[in-house]
């Protein structure tokens, strides 16, 4: 029976009264709490409501493409410390290829922040997660392709 007079706090004591749910900090068991906090490691709890099967598949992707940038974008750091900037063409090509190291250099503290900022990435909703996920899988496959042919196949 619910009742609207009831506190969060005593909705999750009676949730734990018949229930063995781990502490999501130490483990512990809250089976039969009497306090919202746990006994053992002291973290307030409270009863939240969640989503079933999240969408992570946009997240997933995105990730995944910016850590394989920041990849190319890491040995492009070290081949430019020790080799310096490479000859590019003077023409819009060479330009885009210097644009294709920087993003792609750049990729190594965005991939980190992005692997961090799942959440926030999730509450959007899931056409701009997609957007946002294929959006930065054409730049990288743009930035790749150009600079591959540009160092591999015009020099
Ligand atoms: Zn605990």
Redesign the pocket.
């Known amino acids: 029976m619910t009742d609207a007079n009831r506190t969060p706090e005593a909705e999750l004591l009676d949730y734990l009264q018949q229930r063995d749910v781990k502490?999501?900090?130490?483990?512990?068991n809250l089976r039969d709490l009497r306090r919202a906090r746990?006994p053992?490691?002291?973290?307030g709890l409270g009863l939240t409501v969640s989503v079933v099967d999240p969408f992570l598949s946009a997240w997933v992707v995105m990730v995944g493409v910016l850590f394989s940038a920041a990849g190319v974008g890491m040995f492009m750091l070290a081949y430019l410390t020790s080799m310096g900037f490479p000859p590019l063409p003077r023409s819009w090509i060479g330009k885009f290829a210097q644009g294709a190291i920087f993003y792609l250099i750049a990729a190594i503290p965005v991939a980190l922040v992005t692997a961090l900022c799942r959440r926030p990435f999730l509450r959007l909703n899931h056409l701009r997660q997609i957007r946002a996920a294929l959006l930065v899988t054409l730049v990288t496959l743009g930035c790749a392709g150009i600079l591959g042919y540009t160092l591999f196949i015009l020099r």
Do not use: K, L, Q, V
């Open positions: 502490c999501p900090t130490c483990g512990y746990c053992e490691c002291g973290s």
